[in-house]
């Protein structure tokens, strides 16, 4: 679980190259909610790394805390989305949906939350490649 925590990150990243690079409205919502995102996924690895592994005591309540960091993270980051319009607001709405989903874990929440990654993903990854696409044609 760790490693798809740390993997989130790169996602994150991506994300949030593709929304300031084309809106630079709310800037500070996005920053803030991007090292929310960032710094509870980083948490939650390390804590969930070592408690499982290393058996260090307490280390349970530095995951949940990593945990309620990154929702907390990606729920404004799907405000910010949703408030600059600079992604489409589906973009928005399916972080919105997969951020709470995380709340309801133990009902299968966690699955909701990887599979609106893999859309996002996807879809960031299309959106990219089009672009460049588009770019070529443009200059030749």
């Known amino acids: 679980f760790s490693c798809a925590l740390l993997a989130q ?5 991506g994300l949030h190259v593709s929304q300031t690079g084309r809106s630079r409205k709310r800037k500070g919502l996005e920053k803030i909610s991007f090292s929310l995102a960032v710094i509870g996924a ?3 690895a390390v804590g969930n790394l070592a408690e499982d592994w290393l058996r260090i005591p307490l280390m349970g309540w ?3 805390l990593g945990i309620f ?7 404004f980051f799907a405000l910010a989305i949703l408030q600059t319009k600079a992604l489409p607001r589906w973009y928005g709405w ?3 949906v997969g951020s709470l989903g995380l ?3 133990m009902f299968g929440g966690s699955i909701l939350f990887g599979l609106i990654l ?3 993903g996807y879809a960031l990854w299309k959106d990219r490649t089009t672009m460049l696409v588009s770019s070529k044609i443009v200059n030749p």
Do not use: D, E, F
């Open 69 to 75: 960091t990154l929702i907390a993270g990606l729920l």
């Open 94 to 96: 399916t972080l919105l």
């Open 103 to 105: 709340l309801a874990s």
């Open 118 to 120: 893999i859309v996002l």
């Open 42 to 44: 980083t948490v939650a």
């Open 9 to 13: 990150v790169g996602g994150l990243v």
């Open 62 to 64: 530095v995951y949940l």
